[in-house]
T-cell receptor, first 106, second 111 residues
Framework: KNEVEQSPQNLTAQEGEFITINCSYS?????LHWLQQHPGGGIVSLFM???GKKKHGRLIATINIQEKHSSLHITASHPRDSAVYIC????????FGTGTRLQVFP | NAGVTQTPKFRILKIGQSMTLQCAQD?????MYWYRQDPGMGLKLIYY???????DKGEVPNGYNVSRSTTEDFPLRLELAAPSQTSVYFC??????????FGQGTRLTVV
């Protein structure tokens, strides 16, 4: 069983829809990262969380340490949000989930 | 700050050849990581380091070696390249209180 599980694996949405991507993990962590990988392959950091909730523009990330679960929300989705969204958990290692491929259509 | 600098961007190796992928960061990050990403798959941890002089194996270390003689540099060595090592390689760094920063990736083909 993977230490980090993401769902769904693939997600399609119409422009303007509210998007939720989930991440569950089975190990003790010091922080959880949400990352974005565009088709060109580059990886950028969206959030680092150790508790609670963070918001940046249309993106919101939450984490529940007791339940070992995090969610990434995208409000008012746009075609430019189309990418792979990856959850990664950190102790000393930084272990990645398999990612969620999001496509947003106009 | 230049961030994480990873070189080369592309490389073609013949079976049995060796090479070193370079990774350098100028942010005084203590944690550094090497990953490989096969087509359509997630990132797999090869090796990581929690500070200069300290390295440890990740999920897929076979066929690779690393060293961390300085805080800034974390090179990945491929000895006796095999077709199974054809992949895209990413280097990453962070401190405990920072987000993760990634290099641009190295696309390696072993023929």
């Amino acid at each position: 069983k993977n230490e980090v599980e993401q769902s769904p694996q693939n997600l399609t949405a119409q422009e303007g829809e509210f998007i939720t991507i989930n991440c569950s993990y089975s190990v003790g962590i010091s922080a959880l990262h949400w990352l974005q990988q565009h088709p060109g392959g580059g990886i950028v950091s969206l959030f680092m969380l150790s508790s609670g909730k963070k918001k940046h523009g249309r993106l919101i990330a939450t984490i529940n340490i007791q339940e070992k679960h995090s969610s990434l929300h995208i409000t008012a989705s746009h075609p430019r949000d189309s990418a792979v969204y990856i959850c990664a958990v950190r102790s000393d290692k930084l272990i990645f989930g398999t990612g969620t491929r999001l496509q947003v259509f106009p | 700050n230049a961030g994480v600098t990873q070189t080369p961007k592309f490389r073609i190796l013949k079976i049995g050849q060796s090479m070193t992928l370079q990774c350098a960061q100028d942010m005084n990050h203590n944690y550094m990581y090497w990953y490989r990403q096969d087509p359509g798959m997630g990132l797999k941890l090869i090796y990581y380091s929690v500070g200069a002089g300290i390295t440890d194996k990740g999920e897929v270390p076979n066929g690779y070696n690393v060293s961390r003689s300085t805080t800034e540099d974390f090179p990945l060595r491929l000895e006796l390249a095999a077709p199974s090592q054809t992949s895209v390689y990413f280097c990453a760094s962070l401190r405990e209180d920072t987000e993760a920063f990634f290099g641009q990736g190295t696309r390696l083909t072993v023929v």
